[in-house]
């Protein structure tokens, strides 16, 4: 018997006791791209054009990267959840990261939704991150809904990169309904979409009406066990652990006993009690007393709740299937501050301040790991990439930390037979073909394999690199420098291979600090004959500090706080100045590139500072003459 029903405009199936509903009034969709191609401008538009805000209600561009750091670098670090309506429709929007380091969040992300739409820069084209991403909803069996984007582009060419599209689609083996895709064409950022490009459009309104008919509303039976599978973990001081997700069947109730189980972890049977329930409305959370099948919500009150876990109805304690997210490939080493500076900048120092910050970033960060050593006051961290690891240094650097980090080094399994694996990653490397020989040197002398060379757009290449993940370490700065800031580089990981021996980080060395003081003019000019300087006059050093760059690949110890002696002669050149040449100010990831093995970058909230591991000269001769043999 079928039953019509118009409130929440949904359609009822029932047959004796059992009922199915299908959620008219809902929507769940994700954002998925490569980087900057456009996902955070997309959201922007839509929440304007939606109503969400007041006529006269100042905005701030790229609203949803509400973290200082995604606004300053342009980048999505973490999904976002937002809701707009339409036509009395209610549609979830969730914001992914386009960086291949913040790939576990994309992961995760797509369990939650019931469709994905993908967008494609309109000059640009498919890169790799779209690859990636689009193959993760592929394999999610998520429909797509492609918009290329940025039509507006001088140098855009839609019509290419709708082709370059449907290729990839092949290549990914994409079932003949993801083929059978719509395209929108659009402009973000100016606010418009259309169905073809010779349509006239000012709004969004194209948009809107594909994903409501493009997009299948959430189905299921409201009557069975409630199951909410928990797909992100948000932290508030208040309130603790926020778990978000997509209830995949019945209702869900504030105040109701349910059980959290895990589809990874058997042994995992927890009663709980939900204390709050919200839904997203615009960018507010909304307190609700129940929620059911199809909304995406969040709740509060479970203290141990993890990504993947379920949380279910007590009598069907069946977890959902969750897929693991990918293992981290690189690792660095967190420690307390042994410098003679320690403790004059930062806040917080000691090994208890640092242990509790790094595992409070467990709470939210799920492709993150950290492990204690022998050590009490070090710290081993793993993520993603140099990236994701060096926003969680910035982050804890601007809320006052201290301490020191060493480089980045990939982590090795073996394999059945004790042989050594290394994790392998597909370099996509965008450039003018003038620069091509240089990077393929360097790339090469890296341990990469160049897969092949195609013609790009212009007078561009593209090189596709397979090449392992320590090779790719301290070498972006190195490439923008090759390629005189032209040349884009995009990288995927690619799995474990076997290890291809070993690889020099640096052909350079350094000039280290050979007393402690202040930095004066007459030790500088000196010092400065010798290589580029990372410090100027009147910064404090320290014996064994590293404060520049000797161009040969050895190290040298400078007296950078040597003063002139004085004499009661006088020369005719005695009161010319010094010319000093500008020191090199390095940013935080120029410096996590520029450390060695046997070096340490020191943060703080003010300074950093790039020093031996040990600081003491004659010991530390001998630990290299002990190295050397």
Same mark, same amino acid.
């Given at each position: 018997? =079928?039953?019509?029903?118009?409130?929440?405009?949904?359609?009822?199936?029932?047959?004796?006791?059992?009922?199915?509903?299908?959620?008219?009034?809902?929507?769940?969709?994700?954002?998925?791209?490569? #980087?900057?191609?456009?996902?955070?401008?997309?959201?922007?538009?839509?929440?304007?054009? +939606?109503?969400?805000?007041?006529?006269?209600?100042?905005?701030?561009?790229?609203?949803?990267?509400?973290?200082?750091?995604?606004?300053?670098?342009?980048?999505?670090?973490?999904?976002?959840?937002?809701?707009?309506?339409?036509?009395?429709?209610?549609?979830?929007?969730?914001?992914?990261?386009?960086?291949?380091?913040?790939?576990?969040?994309?992961?995760?992300?797509?369990?939650? #939704?019931?469709?994905?739409?993908?967008?494609?820069?309109? =000059?640009?084209?498919?890169?790799?991150?779209?690859? =990636?991403?689009? +193959? @993760?909803?592929?394999?999610?069996?998520?429909?797509?809904?492609? $918009?290329?984007?940025?039509?507006?582009?001088?140098?855009?060419?839609?019509?290419? &990169?709708?082709?370059?599209?449907?290729? %990839?689609?092949?290549?990914?083996?994409?079932?003949?309904?993801?083929?059978?895709?719509?395209?929108?064409?659009?402009?973000?950022?100016? !606010?418009?979409?259309?169905?073809?490009?010779?349509?006239?459009?000012?709004?969004?309104?194209?948009?809107?009406?594909?994903?409501?008919?493009?997009?299948?509303?959430?189905? /299921?039976?409201?009557?069975?066990?409630?199951?909410?599978?928990?797909?992100?973990?948000?932290?508030?001081?208040?309130?603790? *652990?926020?778990?978000?997700?997509?209830?995949?069947?019945?209702?869900?109730?504030?105040?109701?006993?349910?059980?959290?189980?895990?589809?990874?972890?058997?042994?995992?049977?927890?009663?709980?009690?939900?204390?709050?329930?919200?839904?997203?409305?615009?960018?507010?959370? &909304?307190?609700?007393?129940?929620?059911?099948?199809?909304?995406?919500?969040?709740?509060?009150?479970?203290?141990?709740?993890?990504?993947?876990?379920?949380?279910?109805?007590?009598?069907?304690?069946?977890?959902?299937?969750?897929?693991?997210?990918?293992?981290?490939?690189?690792?660095?080493?967190?420690?307390?501050?042994?410098?003679?500076?320690?403790?004059?900048?930062?806040?917080?120092?000691?090994?208890?301040?640092?242990?509790?910050?790094?595992? @409070?970033?467990?709470?939210?960060?799920?492709? %993150?790991?950290?492990?204690?050593?022998?050590?009490?006051?070090?710290?081993?961290?793993?993520?993603?990439?140099? %990236?994701?690891?060096?926003?969680?240094?910035?982050?804890?650097?601007?809320?006052?930390?201290?301490?020191?980090?060493?480089?980045?080094?990939?982590?090795?399994?073996?394999?059945?037979?004790?042989?050594?694996?290394?994790?392998?990653? %597909?370099?996509?490397?965008?450039?003018?073909?003038?620069?091509?020989?240089?990077?393929?040197?360097?790339?090469?002398?890296?341990?990469?394999?160049?897969?092949?060379?195609? @013609?790009?757009?212009?007078?561009?290449?593209?090189?596709?690199?397979?090449?392992?993940?320590?090779?790719?370490? !301290?070498?972006?700065?190195?490439?923008?420098?090759?390629?005189?800031?032209?040349?884009?580089?995009?990288?995927?990981?690619?799995?474990? /291979?076997?290890?291809?021996?070993?690889?020099?980080?640096?052909?350079?060395?350094?000039?280290?600090?050979?007393?402690?003081?202040?930095? #004066?003019?007459?030790?500088?000019?000196?010092?400065?004959?010798?290589?580029?300087?990372?410090?100027?006059?009147?910064?404090?050093?320290?014996?064994?500090?590293?404060? !520049?760059?000797?161009?040969?690949?050895?190290?040298?110890?400078?007296?950078? $706080?040597?003063? @002139?002696?004085?004499?009661?002669?006088?020369?005719?050149?005695?009161?010319?100045?010094?010319?000093?040449?500008?020191?090199?100010?390095?940013?935080?990831?120029? $410096?996590?590139?520029?450390?060695?093995?046997?070096?340490?970058?020191?943060?703080?909230?003010?300074?950093? *500072?790039?020093?031996?591991?040990?600081?003491?000269?004659?010991?530390?001769?001998?630990?290299?003459?002990?190295?050397?043999?």
């Amino acid at each position: 018997m =079928f039953l019509c029903r118009t409130k929440c405009d949904e359609i009822l199936y029932s047959i004796g006791e059992y009922m199915e509903i299908t959620r008219e009034d809902v929507r769940n969709i994700a954002i998925i791209a490569h #980087v900057d191609h456009g996902k955070t401008t997309l959201v922007d538009a839509l929440l304007h054009q +939606s109503g969400i805000f007041r006529e006269n209600q100042e905005v701030q561009t790229r609203v949803m990267d509400s973290n200082d750091l995604e606004r300053e670098r342009g980048i999505t670090i973490l999904s976002k959840n937002t809701s707009v309506n339409y036509k009395d429709v209610k549609i979830n929007i969730v914001d992914t990261p386009g960086h291949a380091d913040f790939s576990g969040e994309v992961e995760r992300i797509l369990k939650m #939704v019931d469709g994905a739409i993908l967008i494609v820069d309109a =000059f640009e084209g498919t890169m790799p991150q779209t690859r =990636f991403v689009l +193959s @993760k909803a592929l394999e999610l069996k998520l429909p797509i809904l492609v $918009c290329i984007n940025k039509i507006d582009r001088p140098e855009a060419r839609p019509k290419e &990169v709708v082709e370059e599209v449907l290729e %990839l689609f092949l290549d990914l083996n994409a079932s003949d309904e993801q083929l059978d895709c719509p395209f929108i064409y659009m402009s973000a950022k100016a !606010g418009y979409a259309k169905l073809n490009l010779e349509d006239e459009s000012t709004n969004m309104i194209p948009l809107f009406d594909t994903i409501l008919s493009y997009f299948k509303a959430p189905h /299921g039976d409201v009557d069975a066990p409630a199951k909410l599978l928990i797909s992100t973990i948000d932290y508030n001081e208040f309130v603790g *652990r926020i778990g978000i997700g997509k209830i995949e069947q019945g209702k869900i109730e504030v105040n109701k006993e349910m059980v959290v189980v895990n589809h990874h972890d058997a042994n995992k049977k927890e009663k709980i009690k939900i204390s709050k329930l919200y839904e997203f409305e615009g960018l507010e959370r &909304v307190e609700v007393k129940d929620a059911k099948l199809g909304s995406i919500v969040a709740v509060t009150g479970i203290e141990d709740l993890h990504i993947g876990d379920t949380i279910t109805d007590v009598s069907d304690l069946t977890p959902i299937e969750f897929q693991r997210i990918s293992e981290p490939t690189i690792s660095m080493y967190f420690m307390v501050n042994d410098s003679p500076l320690a403790g004059t900048e930062g806040k917080f120092l000691t090994s208890r301040h640092i242990r509790e910050r790094l595992f @409070k970033e467990l709470n939210t960060d799920v492709s %993150l790991r950290v492990e204690e050593t022998d050590s009490p006051d070090c710290f081993k961290v793993s993520g993603r990439g140099e %990236l994701h690891l060096s926003i969680l240094i910035e982050t804890m650097r601007r809320e006052g930390y201290e301490f020191a980090v060493s480089k980045a080094e990939v982590i090795y399994k073996e394999d059945a037979d004790g042989k050594k694996l290394e994790p392998m990653e %597909l370099a996509y490397v965008d450039l003018p073909e003038e620069f091509s020989g240089a990077v393929i040197q360097k790339l090469t002398q890296r341990k990469g394999v160049l897969n092949g060379m195609t @013609k790009g757009q212009g007078e561009f290449v593209r090189l596709e690199f397979l090449i392992p993940s320590r090779g790719l370490i !301290g070498y972006r700065g190195e490439f923008l420098t090759d390629t005189k800031g032209t040349g884009i580089l995009n990288t995927m990981y690619n799995g474990y /291979g076997p290890y291809l021996g070993d690889l020099s980080y640096r052909p350079t060395g350094s000039l280290i600090a050979f007393e402690s003081g202040v930095a #004066v003019a007459y030790g500088l000019y000196n010092a400065q004959e010798r290589g580029l300087l990372f410090i100027g006059a009147g910064d404090k050093v320290y014996s064994g500090m590293v404060v !520049g760059q000797n161009p040969k690949n050895e190290d040298i110890e400078v007296n950078v $706080c040597k003063t @002139k002696k004085l004499t009661n002669m006088r020369s005719s050149g005695a009161d010319e100045a010094l010319k000093l040449v500008p020191k090199k100010v390095m940013s935080l990831e120029q $410096c996590l590139e520029f450390i060695d093995t046997d070096e340490l970058l020191e943060v703080t909230p003010q300074s950093l *500072r790039i020093r031996k591991k040990i600081l003491d000269p004659t010991l530390r001769k001998r630990a290299n003459m002990k190295k050397e043999a």
